[in-house]
């Protein structure tokens, strides 16, 4: 982190200052120093989606001993860290700097972490001793099944996979896509939300979310999905088919028809997760333009790259928005942290907004210093810029929390109106009173 005045770290807890110190060291001297290796390991073809680097499991077992393991749960877990939302925010802007590695490596990775919410917050005893257990371990994956091909998935209400009773066991039927994590070989268990009472006059009582093990006769992954031609193997991005698939009552998590009350709560401080991630993936653009353009054997015009004005400029409002960007986050999770993640709605949402589309001018910028090398894959730029891109859809796209923000906003509109005529007639008066 560059600059930073919003949190003092003298004020946050020693536990937290030691577990950033630890994780700044293993980001900067053991993720990022093992991406090439990482990219060397993978499987080649068909095996991209089979082998796991070993040097990913070395760097778990390291990450374990030194503590850095599971710091997404928080405070009000019994399974948690112990850190608050403002901590382990800033944690996982370290992690974003190697986001392909050091949150897994830290078993803090995204579809998992909020998969592990969900059963820490909503599961039984025995979810949690099947499920959850073995995730926390960092010995199986997980993956959430919402979005479908067939709708307008970002108003969830659409949703139409059908989960139906017959006995002791739910049915489902639907297709579903975009499902990260579901690719890899290790993805033990999908959380699916579909339609349990379609009829149900209230739209938002229709929904229920199912346990599903991976292995469940039914299942078919249809095929990969490729963002700008990246397949992020082995956890992927997958469409798959639900065909009669059956699993016992006791899969039900929370209860028939409260899909989406499992969702918000899984969402909210996951988003501020991602936010801080992709905070930690601008800062690291912007590392490699600055390296770019000191360089002394890049001239243009008679000029060094870093002596040309625009150049410059570029920099400058790269570290302005990152910085807004984080006091942004930071506030959302303070806001978190002093209530819940119902009473931050709105910081939230400005973050969700804000932070993606921020990274990816900052990626920008880096890219267009980089000449046509930043296209290519000699650098990380241009996956890190398609990475991001998927954040402006992830958990509800821009245009849904632009929506809700600003019909927010617009409800204060007859208060200011009134305030407004107050103050009018007020200026009446005295003008009146001054016989002007």
Aim: proline residues 4%; positive net charge.
């Amino acid at each position: 982190m560059s600059t930073n005045s919003l949190v003092k770290f003298e004020n946050l807890s020693p536990k937290f200052r030691e577990l950033y110190a630890k994780a700044k060291d293993f980001v900067d001297n053991e993720c990022i120093p093992a991406e090439h290796l990482f990219e060397e390991q993978m499987g080649k073809g068909d095996q991209r989606w089979k082998v796991i680097p070993p040097v990913l499991e070395e760097l778990k077992v390291k990450a374990r001993s030194l503590g850095l393991w599971n710091l997404f749960l928080g405070k009000s877990y019994k399974e948690g860290a112990g850190l608050s939302n403002v901590e382990y925010g800033l944690i996982a802007e370290l992690t974003g700097k190697c986001s392909r590695i050091a949150p897994e490596a830290m078993n803090c990775a995204a579809p998992d972490t909020g998969n592990m919410e969900v059963f820490a917050k909503y599961g039984t005893e025995a979810q949690k001793a099947r499920w959850l257990v073995p995730l926390m371990e960092g010995k199986i994956r997980s993956a959430f099944a919402m979005t479908e091909p067939l709708v307008a998935s970002s108003d969830a209400t659409n949703i139409e996979l059908n989960i139906r009773r017959e006995g002791g066991e739910y049915v489902l039927n639907g297709r579903k896509w975009w499902i990260s994590g579901a690719g890899d070989p290790r993805c033990a268990v999908y959380l699916v939300m579909g339609k349990s009472d379609a009829g149900n006059k209230n739209k938002h009582r229709q929904q229920s979310i199912v346990i599903v093990p991976s292995d469940t006769p039914g299942i078919t992954v249809v095929r990969p999905l490729t963002v700008f031609g990246f397949d992020d193997a082995p956890e992927g991005h997958c469409e798959i088919i639900f065909k009669d698939v059956r699993v016992p009552v006791e899969n039900i998590v929370l209860g028939e028809g409260r899909g989406f009350e499992v969702i918000q709560g899984r969402l909210g401080p996951g988003r501020i997760h991602h936010c801080m991630r992709t905070i930690g993936i601008a800062e690291r653009a912007l590392e490699y333009m600055m390296v770019r353009v000191t360089d002394p054997t890049r001239r243009t015009f008679g000029k060094g790259l870093s002596e040309h004005g625009t150049i410059v400029q570029d920099i400058a409002k790269s570290r302005i928005e990152i910085d807004r960007a984080r006091f942004l986050v930071l506030n959302a999770a303070q806001k978190i942290d002093e209530g819940n993640a119902k009473s931050a709605l709105k910081e939230i949402s400005m973050a969700k907004v804000d932070v993606p589309s921020m990274a990816l001018r900052v990626l920008d910028r880096a890219i267009q210093a980089h000449g046509a090398g930043g296209l290519s894959e000699d650098f990380p730029l241009a996956k890190m810029y398609a990475g991001v891109r998927t954040l402006r859809f992830a958990d509800g796209p821009d245009e849904v929390h632009l929506f809700q923000l600003g019909r927010n906003e617009l409800r204060r509109a007859e208060e200011i109106r009134a305030l407004q005529q107050q103050q009018k007639a007020k200026a009446v008066a005295l003008l009146n009173k001054a016989k002007l």
